[in-house]
């Protein structure tokens, strides 16, 4: 079956996480996404390690099926060339620095007068008007304003998330924007610009706690790995390991008494009774789980659980995630090739019938430079002297 975004063409002027994890998805869909980067070293996400055959995790992950471009859109042939590309294209996604945007002509009010077609996707960090909309954000930044770091850790500390929640939120949140956009312009012709902030993104994340600490006087305490609000509800010592148990209701909670702490008449202690006792007392109430499950491994401890229709995990470390059964069992992992070797990528976490996602190699920098100047008509002479003069 053809790829639901093909003939979608995404010119990108992206970097780091946000705007990279948006463009993946449409292209893991079939879009052509052109990825333009700086000659002196392109997305500096390319440098953040060299973990993966010498490449950066962050940017093999991100990167898949696109084509990279160099190209200084400052200088006057590179901006020519933009704009060029913008005349071909549907979508101009771009989370450059405060302000860019404008100066070179691609924010949404211009491009809405020279190339009207084009949807415009912004990523900021905190807006692009408001008090906040000169400010530079990053992932801890934003986990810090939004109070998510106050949160998370134990009483004692704040910990980050982690993985890059913020960044992951506004580029999901651009790329569902962006599908709207594209459903919108071709059921009724309309061109939407499309925004997104990471700091509204969690902001978005953050409604329950938000609401807890509103309406209900106080913030949710920090407590490690535990539910904040539910218990028992984190990660229980075994003989070998840990699980992680999870009640939702009073079913559950009557039956974890019976079956796995084989004592009925503590369902109805007035300690444990209702969810907000039982969080009030958790550590009593740990403490009795751990005693139960201290003597069991981790698999006796996962099947008396199970049989007691108690939701439970194991507690895995990132190497026992990538053995993770699940994942080999439903084939989900599939070779994608970066600059330098192969690795194993996950499929896109959506499945759609009939449609195989592309899953195409990550570019080396500037990899697709001269095919794409030759399809705008470019001779090789004139590449050439672009790249003498370090437009590209």
């Not at 408001?130 to 992932?139: E, F, M, T, V």
């Amino acid at each position: 079956m053809t790829p639901p975004l093909q003939g979608i063409t995404v010119v990108s002027l992206e970097q780091a996480v946000a705007a990279p994890f948006a463009t993946r998805q449409l292209a893991d869909l079939g879009a052509r996404v052109i990825k333009i980067e700086r000659p002196d070293g392109g997305d500096f996400a390319r440098g953040y390690d060299e973990s993966v055959h010498g490449n950066s995790s962050y940017f093999v992950w991100l990167n898949r099926s696109k084509e990279s471009l160099t190209l200084d859109v400052k200088a006057p042939e590179g901006r020519a060339v933009l704009d060029e590309l913008l005349g071909r294209a549907d979508v101009l996604v771009q989370n450059l620095g405060p302000g860019a945007a404008g100066r070179l002509g691609v924010d949404a009010a211009n491009l809405a007068r020279t190339h009207p077609r084009v949807i415009p996707c912004t990523v900021s960090g905190w807006g692009t008007d408001g008090p906040w909309a000169g400010r530079k954000a990053y992932d801890l930044l934003v986990q810090a304003e939004t109070g998510v770091l106050a949160l998370t850790g134990t009483p004692e500390h704040t910990a980050r998330v982690g993985i890059s929640i913020a960044d992951i939120a506004a580029g999901m949140y651009a790329y569902s924007g962006i599908l709207t956009a594209l459903l919108r312009r071709a059921t009724t012709g309309e061109v939407s610009a499309v925004e997104v902030s990471l700091f509204e993104a969690l902001a978005e994340w953050m409604g329950s706690p938000a609401n807890y600490t509103a309406y209900g006087g106080r913030q949710p305490a920090r407590s490690g790995a535990d539910h904040a609000t539910i218990a028992p509800y984190g990660p229980v010592a075994t003989a070998d390991g840990a699980v992680v148990l999870g009640l939702q209701n009073d079913r559950e909670w009557r039956s974890l008494c019976t079956v796995v702490l084989d004592d009925p008449d503590l369902a109805d202690d007035p300690r444990f009774v209702t969810n907000s006792a039982r969080v009030e007392h958790r550590g009593e109430l740990n403490a009795l789980i751990e005693a139960r499950l201290a003597d069991l491994d981790m698999d006796a401890a996962s099947a008396l659980l199970d049989e007691a229709g108690i939701a439970n995990a194991r507690l895995n470390q990132v190497r026992d995630f990538l053995d993770h059964p699940v994942l080999e069992k439903r084939e989900r992992w599939r070779p994608v090739d970066v600059p330098g070797g192969t690795i194993a990528a996950l499929r896109p976490p959506v499945d759609i019938a009939g449609v195989d996602p592309v899953m195409g190699p990550v570019p080396a920098l500037g990899a697709h430079t001269d095919a794409i100047l030759r399809e705008l008509g470019r001779t090789d002479g004139e590449i050439a002297a672009l790249r003498d003069r370090h437009v590209v």
